[in-house]
């Protein structure tokens, strides 16, 4: 048993987890006998932007109703609610007093984003225009609709715009809002890095609001950005589906480096076996890699030459990651599918004889057919004790096993795709966003598989991702985009790392510098003295 449950685990838990001592107190909120229980609630503090950092399934919408002033937390006591009054008992003398004073006397006023934004259309039947109207209660709409590029899409009907589309109109939606209290769950899918920059200073300016206390919570998985966003931060962790822990507010950089070292060091708990570490100076320059292909200038256009693609001849390497970078709209995917064989270029010719396994960015599944149903048709090895390890586990497949591909989520459809990929018998891989839809956690163990199955097949792969991160973790070189979206691009042919990195940078006009304990990159703040020495130096990335 893993410490929640008196009987055998009704989560089936994979991993055997204890409940940490310090959660022998009661849970701020339990949804019933043995079902979910959420230890701990986010602080909102007026003026600032706390992060959460965590897999979901761990109570942050929980703790969201409840800070809402949605739902009443039960404090454990499932059968006979206690009330605000001695919820405010227990949080006496803690950052939360006076927020959740103000909640029970009815005057929190909220706004949120909804993580999935793909459900909007399903709610609301109109434009953007008449979606947006109804939100402009600060004056500010027509500023967060040029801000976020919106005005293209604002005769639009909301059931054919883009994802990336839907999450800016999602995001102006909640900001244009007058609350006290802003929760947007996940800024960042489908939108490149740029429009991630954006929606995160859009956030921090209304934080910074000196004519209104505003507090902001978000949950985000991508960690640079989130570094970037938040003023302080709490991680969660716990057993998805059984039970999560909300930490006491972390400053965001050790909140971060905590949890990649896989130790929350206040709480003395263990989230991780390992630690995930980044490199500080750039991979040394690789003169030896052997050509897994060479290919020569290459071009496609679509319909009457409305967007054109033009890719710099270049080679790729055998047994190297091949990180692919650039804006939304540029024609990553379009080389993807040139690569994979699913379209022909109009100049240029790839007569390579590959196996190449292709997982596109937007994963099509109609047929009904379970998941080990679908993975033992792709693979003799599945369910060997190897494939387990190497794929099922890192990917956690083993509670969606018997489930139908129809019925996935997002998330999970996401990584039974990456798994379908790796496991394929090929000289080639090809990933399209692997980071889409999945959480933080995912996140990591999906890179760390992906990681380890090159290296161990030698396995030639190509990425392309707009977490930085990911991309860190996972590319010995670099292949960047430029031009003007959805009209031209241009794919620069594979480079160092360093190399790559600058020119991608230059472009954002973005610099990293590293944390001086871990290593790890964080964004610069714009005009800092950092960024701008970086700047003068044209190092974007490697910082010396
Ligand atoms: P997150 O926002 O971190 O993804 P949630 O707060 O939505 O997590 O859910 C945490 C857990 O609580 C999930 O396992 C979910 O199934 C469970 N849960 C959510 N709402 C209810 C409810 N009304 N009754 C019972 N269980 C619930
Ligand atoms: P990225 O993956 O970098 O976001 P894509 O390669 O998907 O970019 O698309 C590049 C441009 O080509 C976009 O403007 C997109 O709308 C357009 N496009 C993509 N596929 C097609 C198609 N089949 N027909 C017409 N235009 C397309
Ligand atoms: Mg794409």
């Given at each position: ?37 959420l ?22 919408s ?8 949605e ?71 027509d ?26 109109v ?15 769950d ?23 609001d ?67 570490t ?9 003169s ?36 692919i ?93 990456i ?29 760390t598989?992906?990681?380890?199955y ?6 030639t792969?190509m ?67 950092k960024d ?13």
């Open positions: 048993t893993c410490g929640i449950c008196v009987e055998k685990c009704p989560f089936d838990a994979i991993e055997i987890i204890n409940l940490p001592s310090e959660l022998e107190e009661e849970p701020v909120h339990r949804y019933g006998e043995n079902a979910f229980a230890y701990g609630l986010p602080t909102p503090e007026p003026g600032s932007v706390t992060g959460i950092l965590g897999p979901n399934g761990i109570g942050k929980t703790a969201v109703h409840a800070l809402a002033g739902r009443v937390p039960n404090l454990g006591d499932h059968e006979d609610e206690p009330g605000w009054e001695r919820v405010l008992d227990r949080f006496r003398g803690t950052g939360l007093q006076n927020y959740l004073e103000s909640l029970k006397d009815g005057e929190v006023t909220v706004a949120r984003k909804p993580q999935y934004v793909d459900q909007i259309p399903k709610q609301f039947d109109g434009n953007t225009r008449e979606l947006l109207e109804q939100t402009d209660e600060r004056g500010e709409l500023t967060l609709i040029d801000r976020l590029n919106i005005r293209p899409v604002m005769d639009q009907s909301i059931d054919s715009i883009s994802g990336g589309e839907l999450q800016r999602a995001i102006a939606a909640c900001l244009a809002r007058d609350a006290d209290f802003y929760f947007l996940e800024i960042t899918p489908y939108l490149d890095i740029g429009q991630r920059m954006v929606a995160a200073r859009l956030i921090q300016e209304l934080a910074n000196e004519n209104a206390e505003r507090s902001m919570l978000v949950v985000e998985h991508d960690l640079a950005i989130l570094d970037l966003l938040a003023d302080t931060l709490h991680v969660a962790y716990g057993e998805p589906g059984a039970y999560g822990v909300i930490t006491d507010p972390k400053s965001v950089r050790n909140g971060i480096n905590e949890y990649l070292k896989g130790y929350l060091d206040n709480e003395n708990m263990r989230i991780r076996p390992s630690a995930i980044f490199e500080e100076h750039a991979p040394r320059v690789s030896k890699g052997t050509p897994l292909v060479e290919y020569p200038d290459l071009e496609k256009s679509y319909g009457d030459g409305e967007f054109e693609l033009h890719v710099d001849g270049g080679a790729i390497h055998e047994s190297e990651v091949l990180g970078v650039g804006p939304n709209g540029i024609g990553k995917s379009t080389l993807a599918k040139l690569f994979a064989g699913s379209l022909e270029p109009d100049v240029g010719e790839l007569d390579f004889q590959l196996d190449i396994a292709y997982k596109p960015q937007y994963i099509e599944i109609d047929q009904p057919m379970r998941v080990d149903a679908f993975l033992s048709s792709i693979t003799d090895e599945f369910g060997t004790s190897y494939w387990n390890t190497e794929i099922a586990q890192p990917l956690q497949l083993d509670r969606i096993m018997e489930q139908d591909l129809v019925d996935l989520s997002g998330g999970e459809r996401q990584r039974v795709a798994a379908a990929c790796l496991s394929e018998d090929a000289d080639l891989y090809v990933l399209d966003e692997p980071s889409a839809h999945l959480d933080v956690e995912q996140r990591v163990r999906a890179t598989a992906i990681r380890r090159a290296e161990n097949h030698d396995a792969v990425v392309i991702d707009h977490d930085i991160y990911m991309i860190d973790l996972l590319a010995d070189r670099l292949m960047v985009f430029d031009g003007e979206p959805a009209q031209r691009g241009h794919a620069t042919p594979p480079q160092e790392m360093r190399e790559g990195m600058n020119e991608f940078l230059a472009d954002l006009d973005i610099t990293f510098r590293r944390d001086e304990r871990t290593g790890r990159p964080r964004i610069n703040k714009p005009e800092s003295q701008r020495q970086q700047k003068r130096d044209g190092e974007y990335y490697y910082a010396p």
